[in-house]
């Protein structure tokens, strides 16, 4: 059983910075790919980025490419989400997901999720 909890949300506005954490407990991540994952409102939980194991591979999805960067720190069983140039539209509950897989460029969510962390981006 993984543990992810996800912190760094908070209020900014457009056009600021924040770094998303996702801190895994009860069993190391360094061997899952993991992705992170948002929610608005009203709206289904929608795909925002993914790291293999290694960190060698990544994937993003379109409306955050060039904004946002995934990365990981398997020694500190972290991953994180630079998030900057930041829009309205990127406001949402943020959550990570572990255990899933990779294939054929794509990711597929695992079981483990966080409880989310509230990113909310004032115009």
């Known amino acids: 059983q993984v543990q992810l909890v996800e912190s760094g949300g908070g209020l900014v506005q457009a056009g600021g910075s924040l770094r998303l954490s996702c801190a895994a407990s009860r069993r190391t991540i360094s061997r899952y790919p993991m992705g992170w994952f948002r929610q608005a409102p009203g709206k289904e939980r929608e795909f925002v980025a993914a790291?293999?194991?290694?960190?060698?591979?990544?994937l993003y999805a379109d409306s955050v490419k060039g904004r946002f960067t995934i990365s990981r720190d398997n020694a500190k069983n972290t991953v994180y989400l630079q998030m900057n140039s930041l829009k309205p539209e990127d406001t949402a509950v943020y959550y990570c997901n572990a255990g899933g897989t990779w294939s054929g460029g794509d990711y597929f969510t695992g079981d483990y999720w966080g409880q989310g962390t509230q990113v909310t981006v004032s115009s």
């Open positions: 790291i293999s194991w290694s960190g060698a591979t990544t």
